[in-house]
């Protein structure tokens, strides 16, 4: 076997400078500078003349020979340390050294020890590009990381920052558009709420109210009671207002004790007379201050959008303007904007108000106006009729407030009262020795729809001690026909209590004669317009002679209202009418009268033969 010499393809030179290319474009293309100094001190160390190749780097993970760690400390006493950019370094025969040097920052080493100096020699400048190309690499991923570490740094201070100009943004909103003390809508808030409302409102064909409500007297409380217990005041208003209000709905705070709600989607006025009865009602609910029930009652005012005024600004001035009359006409009351168009609304929503209050307040009073039995001409009984004795507007009629009543819900405890009235009168009859004179009380549509009725009836019985059978109820035929079935449960119930049932009106509803049949019913009582007309118009008549022979057919008795001459009177007792009540036997009386009447006897003209 023959071996054969290969023959020295390239010089030398070529050699050392091809490798060292080599080299170089190998840490150029380095993914990370992690190996670039082991491989540069192993790629170094086979180049022709060179004993041992070098690199230290800050840092670097190969260990020394015992040899080149005591020449680098050379190195590090005799090269200035200032950065020297490169520059080859001999340190005596058989040594080079390389700085690698950044500006301003020396990197690391590069030492080589060297036998043969002259091959060497030619390449010296390419080894410091080699230190310099280390260098550059190295510091360029230095300021690669430098750099991402400051974007990471720069990119968390901003939106640290971006955060806090956020917050600050909402919290600096949240001041200019609430206030502070309550946490309500400010004026501010409250004009933009408006302005979005009316937009609403207007393509809806939807209501606004904007009610203005002021606390009355509330100054003298913050001066009495000192400013904290003050805001604890203010804050319990604003909570118990919030919770008046639907979602969409404002309260907003727009003085020390003035307050702006916004009430949207409205259908109609007298929808949010309600409402704001109930704001009314809220605000003056005692509130526990320093151990004492404190009472602070509000005056309201309100407008509404589109009829008062189809702009904000004007809205909230209107409101303002109502609320002062609220003010001034005795404060702890509702006052609309009352353009003339809704002036019925206004005193509608005014007297229910009044109304809430009144009830409690005892201002309802029953008077009372007799019957009278045409077979013995003796006062069988009374019918009590309420009156208010309103402080302002003197003795109401019930027309003017038993049907706000209905509407309001407010005629149960309405009807109570007078029940619990009428009851005890009766007994104070009996007491004074005048005999069992009946008693009868009107009985509106809205109570017989409640099975409370029976309880309430049962109660007033019992509580006043008096004989089921003095007690009359009378209702009309349209509060029947509403739902005749539960309508006539409740009859039964009532009937079974031992009470009489007469039908108020009668002849004015629609019931027939077939339904009447199933009622339990003990007396008709011929409505007043046919009394009225018993003498003038034949039909009346007519209808005054049926109604008495259907009542005498079905064991009813048949009682006539409204008769006001003796001419009527004389008619009715003819045709076997049992009672009449009407001005002419007396006009209705307050109950000391009353007793005074029924003592008295009452003569009958037109009895006679
Ligand atoms: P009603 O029950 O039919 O009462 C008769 C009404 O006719 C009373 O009016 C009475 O004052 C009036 N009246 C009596 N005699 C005559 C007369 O000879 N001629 C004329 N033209 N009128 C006479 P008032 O007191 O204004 O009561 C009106 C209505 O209010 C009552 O009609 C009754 O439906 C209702 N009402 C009265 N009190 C109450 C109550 O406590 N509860 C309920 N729910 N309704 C009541
Ligand atoms: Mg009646
Ligand atoms: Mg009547």
Known sequence: ??????????????????????????????????????????????????DEAWV????????????????????????????????????????QCFPIDAPARRLGWLLLTVHDEDALRPYVAFLGNIAGTMARILLGRHYQARLAQANEEL?????GLEQRVAERTRELEYRATHDQLTGLANRALLVDRLQAAIGNAQREGRLIAVVYLDLDSFTFLNTGLGNALGDDFLRETARRLRR????????????????????????????????????????????????????????????????DGEEGELLLRRANSAMLRAKNSGKDSIQLYASTRDAAVAERMELETELRRA??????????????????GELSGAEALVRWNHPRLGLLAPSRFIPIAEDSALIAALGERVLLQACLQARIWQEAGLGNKT????????????????????????????????????????????DI?????????????????????????Y?????????????????????????????????????????????????????????QAAFLHRHGCDEIQGYLVSHPLPPEQLMLRLREATPMPWAAP
């Open 1 to 50: 076997m023959s071996t054969v010499e290969q023959p020295e393809t390239a010089a030398p030179e070529a050699t050392v400078l091809g490798r060292l290319l080599v080299i170089q474009q190998a840490i150029d293309a380095m993914p990370d500078e992690s190996h670039i100094a082991s491989f540069v001190s192993r790629a170094l160390s086979t180049l022709p003349g060179v």
């Open 56 to 95: 230290d780097l800050e840092g670097s993970p190969v260990a020394p020979s015992a040899r080149m760690a005591a020449l680098k400390q050379r190195c590090e006493r005799e090269i200035s340390p200032v950065p020297v950019l490169n520059f080859m370094r001999h340190l005596g025969s058989g040594v």
């Open 155 to 159: 990119r968390e201070a901003r939106d």
């Open 244 to 307: 008046l209000v639907r979602d969409g709905d404002t309260v907003a705070r727009i003085g020390s004790d003035e307050f702006v709600i916004l009430l949207t989607g409205l259908d109609s006025v007298e929808r949010s007379s309600v409402r704001l009865s109930a704001m009314l009602a809220a605000v003056r609910e005692p509130v526990p201050l320093a151990g004492k029930e404190t009472v602070v009652t509000c005056s309201i005012g309100a407008a509404v959008y589109p009829l």
């Open 359 to 376: 009830i409690p307040a005892g201002e309802l009073v029953a008077h009372y106006q007799p019957k009278l039995d045409l077979a013995t």
């Open 439 to 482: 008693v009868a009380v009107n009985l509106a549509a809205r109570q017989l729809r409640d099975d409370s009725i029976i309880a309430t009836v049962g109660q007033a019985l019992h509580s006043t001690g008096l004989m089921p059978s003095m007690l009359e109820l009378e209702i009309t035929e349209s509060s029947i026909v509403h």
């Open 485 to 509: 079935g539960h309508a006539t449960y409740l009859l039964h119930q009532l009937k079974d209590l031992g009470v009489a049932i007469s039908i108020d009106d009668f002849g004015t509803g």
């Open 511 to 567: 019931s027939s004669l077939s339904t009447l049949r199933n009622f339990p019913v003990d007396k008709l009582k011929i409505d007043r317009s046919f009394i009225h007309e018993i003498d003038t118009v034949p039909s009346a008549a007519a209808v005054v002679l049926a109604v008495i022979s259907f009542a005498r057919t079905l064991g009813m008795r048949v009682i006539a209202e409204g008769v006001e001459t003796a001419d």
